[in-house]
């Protein structure tokens, strides 16, 4: 299950790379960037996000910037089995802040709901990819905080 986790992240992010430059944010600043993040909505032309979209549920990031600029990133995704945890490394490519996690809490502002409706179909996605994902606390951010 993992693997297929993995998968799906690494789909994920291939894809969004792979399809449109995401503007840089200006005077991102990684540590400030860093610590806990909720992915409350989604959106891929991923063949497995696609027939996994109906199931998923809110999971969280947690985002650490490194000294060379990366991030560190610990993802936990609630699963029937219970809480299936991956670890990645983003390399630093470019500018700084060709990182993109939404989310500092479980319920996303309408501005930033706006703001990612504004965007994806930049990158060529129509509505239909999109998925809003249902809270869970499968993954307890008990203990957690935000920065």
Wanted: a negative charge; proline letters at 5%.
């Amino acid at each position: 299950m993992k693997s297929v986790l993995l998968s799906l992240v690494l789909a994920l992010l291939w894809v969004s790379s792979a399809q449109a430059e995401v503007l840089v944010q200006p005077n991102f600043d990684a540590k400030k960037f860093s610590g806990l993040w909720y992915v409350v909505s989604m959106v891929s032309d991923c063949k497995v996000f696609q027939e996994k979209r109906d199931h998923l549920l809110m999971f969280t990031s947690t985002v650490q910037a490194t000294t060379e600029g990366d991030l560190s990133v610990h993802l936990e995704f609630p699963q029937a089995d219970g809480c299936n945890q991956v670890d990645a490394q983003y390399l630093k490519v470019g500018s700084e802040g060709h990182f993109r996690v939404p989310g500092r809490t479980q319920d996303a502002s309408p501005q930033a709901v706006r703001a990612f409706q504004d965007f994806y179909p930049t990158v060529g996605l129509p509505d239909d990819m999109v998925v809003m994902l249902p809270k869970s606390d499968a993954c307890s951010s008990e203990g957690k905080e935000a920065p």
